[in-house]
């Protein structure tokens, strides 16, 4: 993947092919069900998605997707079982390709983080 200046998510996934790509896209929609009205963008010359704020990011690696954020503890704490079996730093997760995507999981991670960013807003609101 040679090209780093990319203006729209559709750009960054046509740099990939076959099972990468479509993986990637499943991400995509994992989280677009999620957060239907989150702005895609890219970030980072990465998907990202913003609503009250980042969201999520993912990426793809040679051997991996990456789902990616400045994970709170609390998000951690929350899915640690599930994540026992993933490479997890406090701002990435790695997804290895060679396992079945867990569409689910990521679903409930975005959830989790729509919920952190509108309850973050909405006690910005309320100090206001």
Same mark, same amino acid.
């Given at each position: 993947?040679?090209?780093?200046?990319?203006?729209?998510?559709?750009?960054?996934?046509?740099?990939?092919?076959?099972?990468?790509? *479509?993986?990637?896209?499943?991400?995509?929609? !994992? @989280?677009?069900?999620?957060?239907? =009205?989150?702005?895609? /963008?890219?970030?980072?010359?990465?998907?990202?998605?913003?609503?009250?704020?980042?969201?999520?990011?993912?990426?793809?690696?040679?051997?991996?997707?990456?789902?990616?954020?400045?994970?709170?503890?609390?998000?951690?704490?929350?899915?640690?079982?599930?994540? *026992?079996?993933?490479?997890?730093?406090?701002? !990435? @997760?790695?997804?290895?390709?060679? =396992?079945?995507?867990? /569409?689910?999981?990521?679903?409930?991670?975005?959830?989790?983080?729509?919920?952190?960013?509108?309850?973050?807003?909405?006690?910005?609101?309320?100090?206001?």
């Amino acid at each position: 993947m040679a090209k780093t200046d990319f203006k729209s998510v559709d750009e960054y996934q046509n740099t990939f092919e076959g099972d990468k790509k *479509a993986r990637l896209q499943a991400v995509r929609d !994992a @989280i677009r069900a999620v957060a239907p =009205d989150a702005e895609e /963008v890219i970030s980072y010359q990465i998907p990202a998605y913003k609503h009250f704020g980042f969201l999520v990011y993912y990426s793809g690696a040679t051997s991996h997707i990456s789902l990616s954020y400045p994970f709170s503890e609390a998000l951690l704490s929350e899915f640690k079982t599930d994540l *026992a079996k993933y490479k997890v730093s406090k701002s !990435a @997760i790695q997804m290895p390709d060679k =396992d079945p995507l867990p /569409v689910d999981l990521i679903k409930r991670i975005v959830a989790f983080r729509v919920q952190e960013n509108e309850l973050a807003a909405a006690s910005k609101q309320k100090k206001k």
